[in-house]
C-alpha cells in the first residue's frame, strides 16, 4: 500500500515563530488531507488539499502531486497551535481508504 | 448539527468481553469508517462503509465487525476482546457529493478503550 512519511516528528517553537512541516508519499494520491489533533484528542479537518495550495488565516497548505509531497505552514505560531499534526493520504487504487502518517508533534511555548 | 458523535467515552473491559461502539452523524454523509489510534502511531483503518448495507475492511479489521444498516450509524463490534485492542477508536464520516469541500473527513471524539 502507499506509504506516508512525516518530518519533522516532533518540533518546539517559541510562540510567535513560523513552521513548515513535511509530508511524503509513495504513490499518486486523489485525496490529501491534514488533520489538527489537539492534545485533548479531538481530530480537525485543516485542509482537503490533493494538489495546489490554499490558505486559512495563519495556516496554509501546498502539495506538489508530481513529487509526491505537501507542505504545511504555521505561521505567527501561538500556544493553541500545540498539538499532533496529521497528512492522510488516499491513492488513486484504493477507494476511500485513507492512509495516516505517524504525524508531526508541534508544542509552542509561550 | 451535532455532527459525529460516539459513545461510550470511556470503556474497561475484560479479556475475551464483547462489547459494541456507536457513532453516529446527522450530517447525511454516505462514507462512515473506524479508526484505531495506538501511541507513536498515526490512525489505522479498521473498517469502512460507502453507504447503508456496504461495509469494507480497512488495514486492521481481524477482531472487529460492522454493520451500516442506516446512513446515520454506523457501530463497532469487539467480538471478543484482547489486550491487543487497547486503544482509543474514531469514528469518523465524509461525502464525496458535491465540491471538493464535503470530501473532508469529520471526527468524532473518540472512545478510550482498556482491555485487562
Known amino acids: 500500500g502507499i506509504q506516508v512519511e512525516q518530518s519533522p516528528p516532533d518540533l518546539i517553537l517559541q510562540e510567535g515563530a513560523n513552521s513548515t512541516l513535511r509530508c511524503n508519499f509513495s504513490?499518486?494520491?486523489?485525496?490529501l488531507q491534514w488533520f489538527h489533533q489537539n492534545p485533548w484528542g479531538q481530530l480537525i479537518n485543516l485542509f482537503y488539499?490533493?494538489?495546489g495550495t490554499k490558505q486559512n488565516g495563519r495556516l496554509s497548505a501546498t502539495t506538489v502531486a508530481t513529487e509526491r509531497y505537501s507542505l504545511l505552514y504555521i505561521s505567527s505560531s501561538q500556544t493553541t497551535d500545540s498539538g499532533v499534526y496529521f497528512c492522510?493520504?488516499?491513492?488513486?487504487?484504493?477507494?476511500?481508504?485513507?492512509?495516516f502518517g505517524k504525524g508531526t508533534l508541534l508544542t509552542v511555548n509561550p | 448539527n451535532a455532527g459525529v458523535t460516539q459513545t461510550p467515552k470511556f470503556q474497561v473491559l475484560k479479556t475475551g468481553q464483547s462489547m459494541t461502539l456507536q457513532c453516529a452523524q446527522d450530517?447525511?454523509?454516505?462514507?462512515m469508517s473506524w479508526y484505531r489510534q495506538d501511541p507513536g502511531m498515526g490512525l489505522r483503518l479498521i473498517h469502512y462503509?460507502?453507504?447503508?448495507?456496504?461495509?469494507d475492511q480497512g488495514e486492521v479489521p481481524n477482531g472487529y465487525n460492522v454493520s451500516r444498516s442506516t446512513t446515520e450509524d454506523f457501530p463497532l463490534r469487539l467480538l471478543s476482546a484482547a489486550p491487543s485492542q487497547t486503544s482509543v477508536y474514531f469514528c469518523?464520516?465524509?461525502?464525496?457529493?458535491?465540491?471538493?469541500?464535503?470530501?473532508?473527513?469529520?471526527f468524532g471524539p473518540g472512545t478510550r478503550l482498556t482491555v485487562t
Open positions: 469518523a464520516s465524509s461525502s464525496r457529493a458535491g465540491t471538493d469541500y464535503s470530501y473532508e473527513q469529520y
Open positions: 504513490d499518486s494520491v486523489n485525496n
Open positions: 488539499i490533493p494538489s
Open positions: 492522510a493520504v488516499e491513492s488513486g487504487g484504493s477507494n476511500y481508504k485513507l492512509t
Open positions: 450530517m447525511n454523509h454516505e462514507y
Open positions: 462503509s460507502v453507504g447503508a448495507g456496504i461495509t
